[in-house]
């Protein structure tokens, strides 16, 4: 006999490009869709679609591109917000609104200035515009987890009654206990007269490192639906990690009473190809996706697998996807082959024209690489397709850098389709590469962050560098790699620097006084 599905809701491209820098493009948001896709994910919420004219086209894109998966968009409880959610989810097999208000009495104090009763009848008014324009409403309580739980029981009341079919119990400072928190679930459930007529869900962030325990309590206690991301992506210190929450109700099915859709062989790609969309690494000790996740040092913990794998591990790697990811790919593979690689990766590349400069590369990292990796082809992807205007470009690059002496960058960057060669020293080749781009671009940028990380295995290893930089209140992450890790940190410099001339402004949905 089967159980009750959980429903996983992936918040990836909404609340997990909140992570600063963590900006995705149409192009990288639809890559992930079609991953999360493979991966049989219930929904999607592709965006925000009000934000800015981006993120309505990425909702657009991922609702056209996705077909097997309900896409989602977030709008709050206002008219305007309704409306450009249900025109970006018009090309959508099967759509979503997600609307919330805050209900929390520090939040309807300083942040709505709103009194309880107006605050559920903008509730209510959300709820039913919505429902007029798509099937499927999710209604979101925000600061749920700081809440009173009368006036709780009293907006979830109305709006199941408006038509909501998924009411959302957020924890969205990350504020709750494990045990508290399920208990509360458990109380709206048995309180609420129609709760039997939705689905209760939770959405929880990870301030204090608890985001995955508290959905799981929130599962006992009768949740059927959780709103994750991959590698626990998002606002702050993240939320709920996706893998985290799947595997544990797999793993343990002795204690949870429910089951899920998702296709655990995708874990790990998808894990690798987030991380190479946003720059953001996973920790080697990071669990289900972590390098060492299913590595054992001890000689007591090896002795063990060895005579029987279940001695130490809980799961099989090949479960969640590990040594599935190998691209039988190198410089004497043809288009074709290339071409269904890109296809069986969900990457989209547009025109022939796209096409042929990215098969370009390929050869040329096949020159420079024996074996070419899935991880290897979303970096090269994510580093050759981006929708970004390249104001500032790399021409040529040459350092020198020698015991005793102080390494030299000396460069030609293209600005503005204008040549301009450059020289500079600093503390190290790259510290003189950013500071000989910097004395051309004179952004007036910090530079928040310098991360390296190697894409897969081995000295020719792609290294993908991750850039930050802040200004005027703005943070932007740049990405760049190439198996010349001097050459990706440029590239990635440069990339943050194009991004931050050219990016939209964004609302903010958490961020915003008033509806």
């Known amino acids: 006999m089967s159980k009750p599905q959980l429903i996983i809701f992936d918040t990836t491209m909404r609340d997990g490009e909140q992570s600063p820098g963590a900006s995705m493009t149409l192009e990288e948001k639809v890559r992930i869709g079609k991953a999360l896709e493979r991966m049989r994910v219930d929904v999607i919420e592709a965006g925000f679609a009000i934000a800015s004219q981006g993120d309505f086209e990425a909702v657009r894109a991922v ?6 998966s309900r896409i989602c968009s977030l709008s709050r409880a206002r008219t305007e917000d309704i409306d450009r959610a249900a025109e970006a989810l018009k090309p959508a097999n ?28 903008q509730a209510v008014r ?28 009293r907006v979830i009341e109305a709006a199941i009654n408006a038509g909501a079919r998924t009411i959302n119990i957020p924890d969205t400072v990350g504020y709750a206990i494990p045990g508290q928190f399920g208990e509360l679930i458990g109380q709206l459930i048995q309180r609420v007269p129609n709760a039997d007529k939705a689905i209760f869900s939770v959405h929880c962030h990870n301030d204090l490192g608890l985001a995955v325990s508290n959905s799981l309590a929130a599962v006992l206690n009768g949740a059927r639906q959780v709103e994750c991301t991959i590698n626990g992506l998002g606002e702050r210190a993240g939320n709920a990690a996706l893998e985290e929450i799947v595997m544990a109700v797999r793993t343990r099915p002795d204690l949870f009473p429910v089951e899920t859709r998702i296709n655990t062989a995708e874990i790990v790609p998808t894990s690798r190809l987030v991380s190479s969309v946003t720059g953001f690494p996973v920790q080697p000790n990071k669990a289900i996706v972590g390098a060492n996740a299913f590595a054992h040092e001890s000689g007591i913990h090896q002795d063990g697998v060895l005579k029987h794998r279940e001695t130490y591990e809980i799961m ?22 290339f071409r269904a690689r890109l296809e069986q990766l969900g990457i989209e ?6 096409f042929n400069h990215l098969f370009v590369r390929f050869k040329e990292l096949a020159d420079k690489k024996h074996e070419i990796f899935d991880e290897d082809l979303n970096a090269l992807v994510s580093d050759t397709l981006q929708d970004v205007e390249e104001i500032f470009k790399l021409v040529s690059l040459e350092v020198t850098s020698k015991t005793g002496t102080t390494p030299e960058a000396k460069l030609v960057l293209s600005a503005n389709g204008v040549e301009k060669p450059v020289t500079a020293t600093g503390s190290g080749p790259v510290d003189a590469t950013f500071r000989a781009i910097e004395a051309v671009a004179n952004s007036g940028t910090t530079l928040e962050l310098y991360s390296v990380n190697a894409i897969t295995s081995g000295t020719d290893s792609q290294g993908e560098v991750t850039v930050r930089l802040s200004q005027a209140g703005r943070i932007i992450n740049g990405h760049g790699a190439d198996t010349d890790i001097v050459i990706a940190s440029a590239k990635a410099y440069l990339n943050a620097l194009n991004l931050m001339r050219s990016s939209s402004t964004r609302e903010h949905p958490q961020g915003v006084t008033g509806v």
């Open 63 to 68: 609702a056209e591109a996705v077909k097997d």
């Open 126 to 153: 959300a709820v039913k515009y919505a429902r007029n324009l798509v099937d499927d409403v999710e209604f979101s309580c925000e600061d749920a987890g700081r809440s009173e739980v009368d006036f709780l029981c």
């Open 349 to 354: 590349y547009g025109s022939d024209e796209s």
């Open 316 to 337: 099989k790697a090949e479960d969640v996807g590990w040594n599935a990811n190998k691209m039988v790919l190198g410089k004497h593979s043809g288009r074709a082959a």
């Open 94 to 121: 099967a759509a979503r609104i997600h609307t919330f208000i805050a209900t929390s009495p520090i939040h309807m104090k300083y942040k709505l200035r709103m009194e309880p009763d107006a605050v559920i009848e």
